[in-house]
């Protein structure tokens, strides 16, 4: 039986963000996950997830300056400092609000940037960040993120970054398959969890392509959530889409699953 996380970056946002948890607790969700905690001290998130008995699942590395164009620091050559300190500062967080998982952005390669030279730093920051993570059983997964979402991100498919997950070689490293974008990019998509069975960590959704609940477009969700439970995958999906409507309207085709 797949396991959901309402993603609070993207869902109950009728709701102001620590509204939300309360929100995600009272529509059935056990688990949330979000983008980014560091605008909040961890105690105050912690205590919105403790009064709603809730679970973090999973919250990324800081994103950096967004009005830059940034979309995460890891990845990026000179910035190896910042990098390492919120690859820390996302240690803190996880162990005060108990989540055992960390999506460690890469970022964006510029036009005319050397490639390789990217990936090198990523590979760098990512190791340093899982030896520093696994004494506390805190796993890492990296994201391939479409064109549509983030042009130029240092990866778009699947299988580069299990190419990337491969020559990190760290057992707290695998990737974060979310079907939204694998769908643009790789399709294919049975053959994808098959091929990558064993090697992800994290799944999100969201249909295609209009990134709404998981009932409506191109994609058959509900096929692949018993693909996942065949395949014998016992971690987290989450739900990183935008309601059509309301969240709560949206929430039929979850009912089955809460
Ligand atoms: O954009 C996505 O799909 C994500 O999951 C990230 O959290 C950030 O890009
Ligand atoms: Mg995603």
Not at 101 to 129: C, F, K, S, W
Request: with cysteine; glycine share 6%; hydrophobic share 40%.
């Amino acid at each position: 039986m797949p396991k959901f996380a309402a993603n609070l970056t993207t869902m109950f946002t009728e709701y102001p963000f620590l509204e939300r948890f309360k929100a995600a607790a009272q529509a059935g969700f056990r688990a949330v996950e979000f983008l980014s905690p560091f605008e909040y001290p961890a105690s105050v998130l912690k205590q919105e997830l403790d009064n709603h008995g809730l679970q973090l699942v999973l919250f990324n590395t800081t994103v950096g300056n967004t009005a830059k164009g940034e979309w995460g620091l890891n990845a990026l050559p000179g910035r190896e400092s910042d990098a390492r300190a919120n690859i820390d500062l996302a240690l803190e967080y996880a162990l005060a609000l108990n989540c055992q998982t960390i999506h460690v952005m890469a970022g964006v390669v510029p036009e005319g940037q050397q490639q390789y030279l990217y990936e090198q730093v990523q590979v760098d920051n990512v190791r340093y960040a899982a030896d520093k993570y696994a004494p506390h059983n805190i796993s890492i997964v990296l994201e391939a993120l479409s064109d549509v979402v983030k042009p130029n991100y240092l990866y778009a498919s699947q299988y580069h970054t299990l190419k990337l997950v491969k020559r990190i070689n760290r057992p707290n490293v695998s990737v974060q398959i979310d079907l939204f974008h694998a769908q643009i990019v790789d399709g294919n998509l049975t053959h994808l969890l098959q091929n990558l069975n064993g090697h992800f960590g994290h799944i999100q959704v969201a249909s295609v392509p209009d990134r709404h609940e998981p009932d409506d477009g191109e994609v058959n969700f509900t096929y692949l959530f018993n693909l996942l439970d065949q395949l014998g995958y016992s971690g987290w999906i989450g739900c990183e889409y935008i309601p059509k409507n309301t969240t709560k309207a949206g929430l039929n085709w979850i009912k089955p699953y809460l």
